[in-house]
């Protein structure tokens, strides 16, 4: 069980169902997915509580670490906000259903976080890469199976994870790493939740689809099945130092699997104001953004 505020609950496995049951009655923000929250609790610290009927996260910036407060939920919003802002300067990551209560409200400023928007997409468009604008989708696709043609090339999916396949997971994104010249540093978070991702994916309901040439995984994205139609995207790595298309090829692949499974749309999550994300994610066309906003009190606000 969460803890009820002021008190907090560390955030554990165990959480899984009861944060999970709690925000499918919203749309698919990120930052409250238990699976992203639950592997990016990188050093132990992020904790969950209940306030109101809602569900308060209290966690580390994913940039910064500075430490951060956000809040989901529908039942006595401006008093949650208001005793969330007697020990917080601001609240952050707030989905647009929470901060739309109090979008009138003379005491409070609400600022869009353009940087912490989540991107979703139609799974329809990915799979089919449809008219003028994903032209150049549609060849770079085209040019990555005509390269293969004297490959064995192989798409496979799965939903259980062994160790033995885990490590080659692992083995891929320290080639990836590599390839892009990523600092050990700079990296350790984003490989510290894959880790954790991977130890803990027969328990998280996800499934995984690879790119193999000749036997050899190239590519790989790992996703979750939500509810009413949705996916989210947790982690996809591609080795564009084999073929500079494959991601194209990959994003396809993926679509037609989680199309299969009953997605039409899927979540890639945010871009965190990094230009070369944002222009990534914003080439294949996103259908709509999940905004997020701050919120703060007018005469504490800077």
């Not at 564009?240 to 298309?245: D, E, S, Y």
């Amino acid at each position: 069980m969460i803890a009820t505020y002021p008190d907090f609950s560390k955030l554990d496995l165990d959480h899984m169902g009861e944060i999970r049951d709690f925000v499918a009655q919203f749309e698919p923000y990120s930052d409250f997915n238990f699976t992203s929250i639950f592997c990016w609790n990188t050093d132990g610290t992020t904790e969950v509580s209940h306030l109101n009927g809602n569900l308060v996260i209290r966690m580390p910036d994913y940039l910064d670490g500075h430490l951060l407060y956000s809040v989901l939920g529908s039942n006595q919003i401006e008093a949650t906000v208001q005793e969330l802002l007697e020990v917080a300067s601001k609240l952050e990551l707030i989905p647009e259903a929470v901060a739309n209560v109090l979008h009138k409200h003379p005491d409070y400023k609400i600022i869009e976080d353009e940087d912490s928007f989540d991107y979703t997409y139609d799974m329809s468009h990915l799979i089919d890469m449809p008219g003028s604008k994903f032209k150049k989708k549609r060849n770079k696709a085209n040019v990555f199976v005509k390269d293969h043609e004297h490959y064995e090339l192989t798409v496979q999916s799965y939903t259980t994870l062994d160790t033995q396949h885990a490590d080659k997971i692992r083995a891929l994104d320290r080639e990836w790493a590599e390839q892009h010249s990523r600092d050990e540093g700079d990296i350790l978070p984003e490989r510290t939740a894959l880790d954790t991702l991977l130890t803990n994916f027969n328990a998280l309901n996800l499934v995984i689809t690879e790119v193999l040439v000749n036997n050899e995984i190239k590519a790989f994205s790992i996703n979750e099945v939500l509810g009413d139609g949705y996916a989210i995207c947790h982690f996809e790595k591609a080795l564009t130092t084999h073929h500079q298309n494959i991601f194209t090829f990959l994003v396809i692949q993926v679509a037609k699997e989680l199309a299969s499974l009953g997605c039409n749309k899927v979540n890639w999550e945010q871009d965190l104001g990094l230009p070369g994300l944002r222009r990534a994610k914003s080439s294949y066309h996103p259908i709509r953004m999940l905004k997020k906003y701050t919120i703060s009190l007018h005469e504490l606000a800077g």
